[in-house]
């Protein structure tokens, strides 16, 4: 069971019914301890202020979406990705969020070659880390599922996203999202050797047999295929004391239901299947 103070909203729940200012109303009308505000939403009304919206009505923060989409095709587009991410730092501290979460990006336009991709990321994350460790912000890499490993994430499993951990050092570590990661047969072990230094980030929703988008249809927690609470236990028993963020794209479902609707449905699911 999660209580609702635990949870965290990640707007992109809601991104079609409410920009942050409704998100954050939202998360105090039902109990919701915590946001995750994407930076479409944190631009919309401004950084200062979405941070005094946040610290006005008591939540955390537990990550900020996102920073990443490293590779590129030539240097003046890695340097505009750099550029960009040093942005999202600084944005991540103002709104006082636990991490940056990552979404790493695929290959360049035009390009076949994976494993350059991958090294651009583990470059340009190197980068970034130098300047996110002066102001205390930690990057949190999050595997995606293969299916986005063209265009939007090359890093496809917790052991990748570990293994960068290990080479980069201190600051850095992986947000979790289930929807990517329940398939993995090593997902245990590579849980168990995350630890609670490398756990920055637990994300929930669900993925459903058949799924209609491979983006835009994700499960409400408890209507798919995922063992949640198996993973939740993984995480917890290996030192993850975060919130449980909630994130789900539904372009044919939730998107379109009446948002206060959404959130005590997800409220009441991570009270009896998360």
Not at 45 to 61: F, K, N, S, T
Not at 209 to 233: C, N
Request: charged letters at 25%; hydrophobic letters at 45%.
């Amino acid at each position: 069971m999660v209580a609702p103070d635990r949870i965290s909203l990640n707007t992109a729940t809601v991104r079609q019914q409410w920009n942050l200012r409704e998100c954050i109303e939202g998360c105090s009308r039902h109990g919701i301890g915590a946001i995750a505000p994407w930076r479409d939403k944190l631009a919309e009304c401004g950084v200062d202020e979405g941070a005094r919206m946040i610290h006005d009505h008591g939540l955390r923060v537990s990550g900020l979406c996102r920073g990443g989409m490293f590779p590129a095709a030539d240097a003046a587009g890695r340097q505009a990705a750099l550029d960009d991410n040093r942005r999202a730092v600084d944005e991540a501290v103002t709104i006082g969020a636990v991490c940056l979460v990552l979404v790493v990006g695929g290959l360049p336009a035009g390009s076949k070659d994976l494993p350059d991709a991958r090294q651009q990321v583990q470059d340009g994350i190197a980068a970034t880390l130098e300047y996110a460790r002066t102001v205390d912000m930690p990057l949190a890499i999050e595997p995606l599922h293969p299916m986005y490993a063209g265009d939007r994430a090359c890093v496809n499993t917790m052991r990748q996203a570990l293994d960068m951990c290990d080479a980069l050092g201190e600051g850095v570590g992986v947000a979790l999202d289930v929807y990517h990661v329940w398939w993995d047969p090593e997902l245990d072990h590579q849980i168990a050797r995350a630890g609670a230094r490398n756990l920055l980030a637990f994300h929930v929703c669900d993925w459903l047999v058949p799924t209609k988008d491979l983006l835009l249809d994700r499960g409400m927690m408890g209507d798919g295929v995922i063992d949640i609470p198996h993973i939740r236990r993984q995480v917890t028993a290996n030192g993850f004391t975060g919130d449980v963020e909630v994130e789900i794209f539904s372009q044919d479902n939730w998107w379109r239901q009446d948002p206060d609707h959404v959130l005590a449905t997800l409220v009441e699911r991570c009270a009896t299947v998360v």
